[in-house]
């Protein structure tokens, strides 16, 4: 959060105060989302999915797309969208730049999650449901963005754009 916020400061330009809050709030988001998927705990917020893992060495795995689902998948797909959101206000991506970051950002998230668990005993499963959703909540936090950027909201979604 503090490279984050050193990035902001740093590169010469004053920043409005609606781009600061963006730079201070993608940190504190970040930190957040980095807690709730790197760290050795397993929260499990609903029925425990009955799916038997796939073990890789030490590490659990789920590669079968669908399978096992609980309230976890649709959780996901929640705790990505302001990714999506972040990711409008901060970038010039479009089209095929943001799809493939929503892909990548969540195998980023299952690998280093597979290394930790692999190294540490992470004791997380590393699932193919959560690449799917952080991908689809990605895309609808973009895509919410982008809508609301053809509204009377366009004056409020450019305040907080990082130019």
């Not at 890789?56 to 669908?66: A, D, I, K, R, W």
């Not at 195998?107 to 005993?121: A, C, H, V, Y």
């Given at each position: ?38 760290t050795p705990t397993s929260y499990a917020f609903g029925e425990v999915p009955t799916t038997n893992p796939v073990w890789v060495g030490p590490v659990p795995t789920n590669p079968f797309p669908f399978s096992g689902l609980s309230l976890d998948f649709y ?89």
């Amino acid at each position: 959060m503090v490279v984050l916020i050193g990035i902001g400061l740093a590169t010469g330009k004053k920043r409005q105060s609606g781009e600061l809050i963006t730079i201070v709030t993608l940190g504190v988001y970040l930190v957040v989302v980095g807690y709730l998927t790197l760290t050795p705990t397993s929260y499990a917020f609903g029925e425990v999915p009955t799916t038997n893992p796939v073990w890789v060495g030490p590490v659990p795995t789920n590669p079968f797309p669908f399978s096992g689902l609980s309230l976890d998948f649709y959780l996901n797909v929640v705790m990505m969208i302001p990714m999506g959101v972040y990711a409008a206000l901060v970038t010039n991506w479009r089209n095929s730049r943001i799809f493939l970051a929503s892909v990548l950002i969540g195998l980023g998230i299952e690998m280093i999650q597979f290394m930790i668990d692999w190294l540490f005993g992470l004791a997380r499963w590393v699932d193919i449901n959560d690449v799917l959703t952080n991908m689809v909540g990605f895309l609808i936090g973009y895509g919410v963005l982008t809508i609301l950027q053809e509204t009377p909201f366009k004056r409020v979604v450019d305040w907080f754009t990082v130019k």
